[in-house]
Structure formats: C-alpha cells, structure tokens
C-alpha cells in the first residue's frame, strides 16, 4: 500500500484580503520525487511554508507524516530537510561554519557526506559568507540538506543560481535520494528538472491546483501539432474531439494546420487517412508545450483531471 507522507487537502492561504492559496490538495507519497510547478507568484513557496509550520493556513488541512503541520511542526522538523529558495546566511560566519550551523539546528553532525559534498559543489568553506555569490550561498543550503539524515526532503527552486553543472550534480543527488526509498517535494521553474527527476507533478496557478498526475499522464495532456494534406475535403476535421486551432491553407486544397490532444492522435489519425493522406508532418509534443499552456494565464486547463 502507498504510504502517503505530505497529504494537503483544501488548503487555503490569505494575507488579509488577499487569497495566495485558493484550493490546493496533493499528497506526496514515500519514496516519490513530487514535482510543484507554476508561474511566479502562484503560491509554490506559500504553501511549503504552510507545511514548515511558518505560516499558519486560513482554511483546509495540510499534514506530514500524519502530524498537523501546524501543531507539530517542531516533531515534524526532526524527519525534514528543507532549501529555501532564497538563502540568508549569517555574513560573518564561513560557508563551513553555517553548514555545520544549519547541521546543528537539524540535530545533525558533520559527517564524511557533508565533505564529499563540499568537495563535489566545488565550495570554499573557509570563506566567509559575506563573499559568496547567490550559487554558492545556495551551495551552502544544498549541502547541509543533502549531508541531513531524512524521510522527507523539501527544496523550493533550490538551484536558481546554481550552474548548468551543479545543478546536475544537484539532480543526480536527488535521484540517490529516491533510490534510498527518500520523499522529495520539488519546486521548480526548471521543466528539464522536472521531467528528468519526477515522479509525479503538481501544477499550481494563482493559488490553485489545475493539474495533478505522472508524467505519462501528463504526456497524455500534451498536444500534437499537425500539418497535412488529404486528397478529399477537411471538412469536419476541425470539429473533433481532441482538435485546436484548425487553420485551412488559403492557397493549397485540402491542407491544414491544427494540433491534436496526445490522447486524441488515434481517432484524428483514423479520421484523415480516410480523406486519403497525401502529405502529413506531425511534431511531438513536449512537457514544455503542456506547461507554457498552463503558465500562460489566457488558456490553459479546459477540464483535464488525470487524478
Ligand atoms: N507575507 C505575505 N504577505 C502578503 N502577500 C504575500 C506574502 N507572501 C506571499 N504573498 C503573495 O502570495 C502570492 C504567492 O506567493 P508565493 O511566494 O507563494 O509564490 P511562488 O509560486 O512561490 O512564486 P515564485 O515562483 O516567484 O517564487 C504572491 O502574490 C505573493 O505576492
């Protein structure tokens, strides 16, 4: 059976009149990298700090290991790790001391790990903190999570700042962490990221959820694009189910331009060699496609819930 180790049920947020978290209900399994994604503002780091116990939610409920996050968010600290995007570090203090510092407040100890670490993110922890670049500010934070013995791994856009090289070697970090049977919940701007390490994914928009699902599933809501030439008439092709934007060539018979819900490819295949193919190009979809579909707030979920 899958244990359930985040589960977020109706949760909302409000900063005064202002609702950042309208309606927002996943669950993050055990030994899942669960990915959260959405635009700026659309409430990603709200709600993790809804479940670090920082904030307090208006309405819903939100628990990890089966503890109230707000009620128990100090039992539930000792089973986290956690990476804000945005890291503060006390200036005056090295990158070693702080990651050592960071270890302490997780009832952690610098271990082997934590230097394997250092080593592998090319930091210099005798520097003081006061001189290090966003990256490596960020470096800090990643190390001593990565370096914390936990079930449950919390990253919100951990590798902004980080370069291409870092951030994989932070994505390779990750993946160990699953196959130690770990938690992971991922913010992220980055669909590469995404993509490479998830296991399921959450898309959030102006405070709720419109997307829950896998990646096959959500590969399902992707959309072909097609360009094709029939020897007979198009005619009802733009009215099934499945087909966006159809567009008939203005100078060529028969030919058109339109895209295709992957679910839907089958039938509209069907349905145009019966017109007698003559020339057909069709791209295939990429997540990217279904996630700036989502990101762009004048389109987007027309009713798909692949829970
Ligand atoms: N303390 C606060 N007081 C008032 N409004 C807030 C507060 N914190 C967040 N907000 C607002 O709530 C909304 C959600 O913010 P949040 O930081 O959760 O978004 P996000 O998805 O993490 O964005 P980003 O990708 O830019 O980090 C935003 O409109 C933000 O301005």
Redesign the pocket.
């Given at each position: 059976m899958t244990q359930t180790i985040v589960s977020i049920h109706h949760l909302q947020?409000s900063?005064?009149k202002?609702q950042?978290?309208k309606d927002i209900t996943f669950d993050v399994n055990a030994g899942e990298v669960f990915g959260f994604i959405?635009?700026?503002?659309?409430?990603?780091?709200?709600?993790?700090?809804v479940l670090l116990g920082i904030?307090k939610a208006s309405g819903g409920q939100a628990t990890i290991f089966s503890q109230d996050v707000w009620q128990k968010a100090v039992a539930i600290h000792n089973h986290i790790a956690y990476v804000p995007?945005d890291v503060y570090l006390w200036p005056n203090l090295t990158g070693g001391e702080m990651i050592d510092f960071l270890l302490k407040l997780n009832h952690q100890k610098h271990s082997a790990k934590t230097d394997e670490l250092i080593h592998e993110f090319e930091l210099d922890p005798k520097k003081k903190s006061r001189t290090y670049s966003k990256g490596n500010r960020q470096k800090v934070a990643l190390i001593a999570a990565l370096s914390t013995e936990a079930d449950l791994y919390i990253f919100?856009?951990p590798t902004s700042g980080l370069d291409p090289l870092m951030e994989e070697l932070f994505q390779k970090h990750v993946l160990a962490l699953k196959r130690l049977g770990k938690s992971v919940l991922l913010?992220s701007?980055i669909l590469s990221e995404v993509e490479r390490m998830c296991d399921r994914i959450g898309i959030?928009r102006a405070?709720e959820i419109v997307e829950t699902g896998t990646l096959d599933q959500m590969r399902q809501l992707t959309r072909n694009q097609v360009i094709v030439q029939t020897k007979q008439a198009l005619t009802g092709i733009e009215a099934l189910t499945g087909v966006h934007g159809f567009k008939p060539d203005e100078h060529i018979a028969n030919k058109a331009v339109f895209a295709v819900d992957t679910a839907q490819i089958g039938p509209v295949m069907a349905e145009l060699t019966q017109r007698e193919i003559v020339a057909l190009q069709t791209t295939p979809p990429t997540l990217e496609d279904l996630f700036i579909r989502y990101y762009n707030h004048t389109e987007g979920a027309e009713g798909h819930d692949t829970k």
């Amino acid at each position: 059976m899958t244990q359930t180790i985040v589960s977020i049920h109706h949760l909302q947020k409000s900063f005064g009149k202002f609702q950042a978290l309208k309606d927002i209900t996943f669950d993050v399994n055990a030994g899942e990298v669960f990915g959260f994604i959405g635009p700026n503002g659309s409430g990603k780091s709200t709600t993790i700090r809804v479940l670090l116990g920082i904030l307090k939610a208006s309405g819903g409920q939100a628990t990890i290991f089966s503890q109230d996050v707000w009620q128990k968010a100090v039992a539930i600290h000792n089973h986290i790790a956690y990476v804000p995007g945005d890291v503060y570090l006390w200036p005056n203090l090295t990158g070693g001391e702080m990651i050592d510092f960071l270890l302490k407040l997780n009832h952690q100890k610098h271990s082997a790990k934590t230097d394997e670490l250092i080593h592998e993110f090319e930091l210099d922890p005798k520097k003081k903190s006061r001189t290090y670049s966003k990256g490596n500010r960020q470096k800090v934070a990643l190390i001593a999570a990565l370096s914390t013995e936990a079930d449950l791994y919390i990253f919100d856009e951990p590798t902004s700042g980080l370069d291409p090289l870092m951030e994989e070697l932070f994505q390779k970090h990750v993946l160990a962490l699953k196959r130690l049977g770990k938690s992971v919940l991922l913010s992220s701007h980055i669909l590469s990221e995404v993509e490479r390490m998830c296991d399921r994914i959450g898309i959030i928009r102006a405070g709720e959820i419109v997307e829950t699902g896998t990646l096959d599933q959500m590969r399902q809501l992707t959309r072909n694009q097609v360009i094709v030439q029939t020897k007979q008439a198009l005619t009802g092709i733009e009215a099934l189910t499945g087909v966006h934007g159809f567009k008939p060539d203005e100078h060529i018979a028969n030919k058109a331009v339109f895209a295709v819900d992957t679910a839907q490819i089958g039938p509209v295949m069907a349905e145009l060699t019966q017109r007698e193919i003559v020339a057909l190009q069709t791209t295939p979809p990429t997540l990217e496609d279904l996630f700036i579909r989502y990101y762009n707030h004048t389109e987007g979920a027309e009713g798909h819930d692949t829970k």
